[in-house]
């Protein structure tokens, strides 16, 4: 607690015991007159009644008894006593760091290696496929998107091509998009963002089905089939 | 170091004995003496700037961790130091990086591939058919480039969804989301361009399926179709089209929009905090 300066700790006093003796106590007052080691700011220096100003006007308003200035001629008055700590944070928190090299520059490396390896041994064994040369005359039977747009070939049996192949992708891509500006909830645990991760699970969900069923659900002419009986057909196009 | 090796010769030389040195380690002396000259001349020292490993007199120092970052250019895309959560592979399981790497493979690969490319209906299929059977390492590029254009796809979609459930996607990080669902966007569109190109019965139905869906956009439908078939039917332009997309135009946006994503991790507090 910041040192109060003497003078006006009498002034404070002075003021108390005129108070008292007029009766009425202001309503801030009454707490702090018993028993206060001067850990509360004496009521009167904050209710603003101690006239200080070095103005005629001022000091003619405030009651008679107070004194103009201080002891050694002072005419500033206090505004407020701040603790420390109370704006202030004097302990920096402290974070736990670590230097990037060599701790994420190593992992990064073995990350990319370790993907560069599994595409190497993968590309050596499983060829891209390279079907026959383009062929205006000959629609393949069924003609399927590649995996990640079979979702959107879905809906486009299911709704006017506007709906399935404009409307609703563009809606989802701009609904994920505003997520973060729509999401109000601030807390990162995830029992407090049930709905969220709900919401975005169906979301995911939503897209999944469509494009297993467009795998495996699909057969000649896209119709529906169940590859348990008819077979799988041709399951997408990588 | 180097006037050491050469008493060493001089010795070896003037003494004429009867035990002759080790050839072996002879060579091991003089090749560990030139490699300092090289490390001590003014031209390593211009290249390699201070605190790079390959500096001379390197030593592992809390001052040299973070010249290492701040003195290269490609790594100065990190900070000098992040927090220890950061570089858990369980938290980030490595999904955003990975998806950088794929496409700096995809590059790679995708610039070779350039090399046996001819983007015309009449060359486009035997090319690839060629760069397949005749060309070195032409079929195993190929087969990587298409691998990897699938797993980029992939992970950028997964990145997505770990970024979501981690809730990463909130202030102050909301505007990088935007950009992060952009960038899922383009590389979508780089995955489809690129699908035409072979011009094989694949990427022409695939094609044909995808422009006509895009042609019922409302009001400019017809317009948007036009575009991007750069005629009324699928034919030369839409491949000259696509290509142009495929290897400049959409890798010049993202690569962009990575820039951004990049930075803003950075200027948002670098990753999200551990759950």
Known sequence: ?238 | MARRIGNGNGNGNGSNGHSRPNPLKLAQTKMTAQMDALQGSQFWASVFRPGSIFRKGYTDSPRNRSYVIMNSVLYHLHPVKVKRHAVKVSYTLCLGGLSFFLFILLTVTGIFLMFFYRPTAAAAWSDIATLETSVTFGLMVRNMHRWAAHLMVISVFLHMARVFYHGAYKPPREFNWVIGVILLLLTLLLSFTGYLLPWDQLALWAVTVGTNMMGYTPVFGSQVRFVLLGSLEIGSDTLLRWYVLHVLMFPFVIVIFMAIHFWRVRKDGGLSGPL
């Open chain 1, 1 to 238: 607690m910041a040192e109060v300066p003497e003078h006006l700790l009498e002034r404070s006093r002075e003021r108390r015991a005129a108070l008292e003796g007029g009766g009425a106590a202001p309503p801030g007052d009454a707490g702090g007159s018993a028993g206060d080691d001067g850990d509360r700011i004496p009521g009167a220096l904050l209710t603003g009644q101690v006239a200080t100003a070095p103005a005629a006007t001022a000091v003619a308003t405030a009651p008679q008894s107070i004194a103009a200035a201080g002891p050694a001629g002072h005419t500033q008055r206090l505004l407020t006593v701040v603790k420390a700590g109370s704006i202030q944070d004097v302990k920096a928190t402290p974070s736990d760091k670590v230097h990037v090299w060599p701790h994420l520059l190593v992992g990064e490396l073995v990350a990319s290696m370790a993907m560069t390896a599994f595409l190497l041994v993968f590309s050596a064994f499983v060829n891209a496929p390279l079907l026959a040369l383009a062929n205006f005359n000959q629609t393949p039977n069924p003609s399927k998107a590649p995996w990640y747009f079979l979702g959107l070939q879905e809906l486009l049996t299911m709704f006017h091509p506007m709906v399935a192949g404009v409307t609703v992708p563009g809606v989802a891509l701009v609904a994920l998009g505003m997520a973060g500006y729509v999401d109000k909830n601030p807390s990162h645990k995830p029992e407090d963002r049930k709905f969220a991760i709900a919401m975005m699970t169906m979301f995911l969900m939503f897209w999944a089905v469509l494009v297993i069923i467009g795998s495996f659900f699909r057969g000649e002419g896209f119709n529906f089939i169940l590859p348990w009986q008819q077979g799988v057909h041709e399951i997408f196009d990588l």
